[in-house]
């Protein structure tokens, strides 16, 4: 059976995001509401699905699963160790062994671990359960599924992503480079405008400050048989900076000042 939508996924650092739109045309683009716990019993519906895995202990949970979203990025500010953030820069975070059994970062031997793989695999089964209960006579593995990495992502970071899709019952994606999918999102906006506002000759350079990484690529501007085509000529370096990074510059900063004025940071971040 052919697919009959064509499904974008944003795993995203801290955040990530179901976009779909028939095969066909005939809708326009939607966001996927994701189902998830956002306290002890209760489950809303959001546009993103927090990128956090809670990990409870025995008896906590009735099924004693891990849980994704919005409750587990709550309890990531109770009890840290047992919360995985950032599995996404530690796909691509050639300093450790990306397939070691790590996350949560810094737990103790009581938490169970997870590698960066199996966690964005959890995001990834969280994502598909959403997608598959609101459309259960089109499963999200029978449709032509995207799902984006950073420009800068090396060989091993893709193949590990593209592992954590089959994993999640995922077997054929296909990978689209975050900046190339901003462009495509503006190229969308302007209509046929962009056309009137670009020339052959022309660089876009494309900047995506994310949760955990910061992405450049640059697009070059050309000519095909009097079309105008746009090429990614180049892309930048992996920077681990975004988001995550940015905050904890900022607690470190706040930590400093404190302390330079007599008090000191508590567990659980209370002076």
Not at 248 to 258: D, S, V
Request: aromatic share 6%; glycine share 10%; charged share 20%.
């Amino acid at each position: 059976m052919s697919a009959r939508y064509v499904v974008g996924i944003d795993l995203g650092t801290t955040n990530s995001v179901v976009a779909y739109a028939p095969v066909d045309g005939s809708d326009a683009i939607r966001v996927l509401p994701i189902p998830q716990l956002v306290a002890p019993g209760t489950t809303e519906s959001a546009q993103q699905l927090p990128s956090f895995l809670y990990l409870p202990p025995a008896g906590e949970s009735k099924s004693g699963e891990a849980i994704v979203g919005a409750y587990a990025r709550q309890r990531a500010s109770e009890v840290p160790d047992r919360v995985v953030a950032s599995a996404k820069s530690w796909l691509s975070y050639g300093g450790a062994d990306r397939d070691a059994v790590l996350l949560p970062w810094g737990a103790g031997d009581d938490v169970p671990k997870l590698t960066p793989v199996a966690a964005s695999a959890k995001y990834l089964t969280h994502l598909a359960a959403a997608w598959n209960a609101a459309f259960p006579k089109h499963l999200l593995a029978a449709q032509d599924v995207l799902l984006t990495v950073p420009a800068s992502f090396d060989p091993a970071a893709r193949e590990r992503t593209v592992q954590a899709a089959e994993d999640a019952g995922l077997p054929t994606v296909t990978l689209l480079e975050e900046p190339q999918a901003a462009l495509y999102a503006w190229l969308d906006t302007q209509g046929d405008t962009w056309r009137r506002r670009i020339r052959v000759g022309d660089l876009i350079l494309v900047c995506d400050v994310g949760g955990g990484t910061t992405d450049f690529s640059l697009i070059a501007v050309s000519e095909h048989e009097g079309d105008l085509v746009l090429e990614r000529v180049a892309v930048g370096d992996h920077i681990l900076l975004g988001g995550d990074n940015m905050d904890l510059a900022l607690a470190r900063l706040l930590q400093q000042r404190l302390e330079e004025g007599g008090q000191r940071l508590k567990h659980g971040g209370r002076a």
